[in-house]
């Protein structure tokens, strides 16, 4: 996260690679982070979404006015722990959970966090995954920044 990201309005656009780039792998055992959806992966792996309603006028879930020209973007970041079978599927998802929270709250920009969905099945291609939604609400611009 650059210091200009510190500070101003991210266009919904943007969100997202800002996003795998705070996520990025630093170690050689941190997951992958996938900008896009896909029809295949091998997990333990990260996925960006949109969540629904993706985009949100003017407002906070609380109702407090943001302004015109800006909107609430709500990210789903998808941590996949493994197949569901047998072993440790909790708690490597416990740590793609923790490390999700823990990189994003660290960042400079301010990321806030709205929820943490409980672990659940999610299927890919046919595949059922072990994993869990981090839902972040985002004040963003949409088609460039505010005036």
Partial sequence: MTAAHATTLLDVAEIR?????????ELETDPPVL???????????????????????????????????????????????????????????????????????GDTYTWPLETVSAPRVFEISGIAYLGARVGYLIPAAVGGNPS
């Fill in 35 to 105: 900008v896009d959806a896909v029809d295949s992966l091998t997990p333990p792996a990260i996925m960006l979404l949109w969540g629904d309603p993706w985009l949100t006028p003017g407002a906070t879930p609380a109702g407090r006015v943001m302004g015109p020209c800006v909107w609430s973007a709500r990210l789903h970041v998808l941590c996949l722990a493994g197949r569901v079978e047998p072993g440790p599927g909790i708690r490597t998802l416990e740590q793609l959970v923790g490390l999700v929270v823990g990189r994003l709250a």
């Fill in 17 to 25: 690679d800002v996003a795998a780039g705070v996520l990025a792998p």
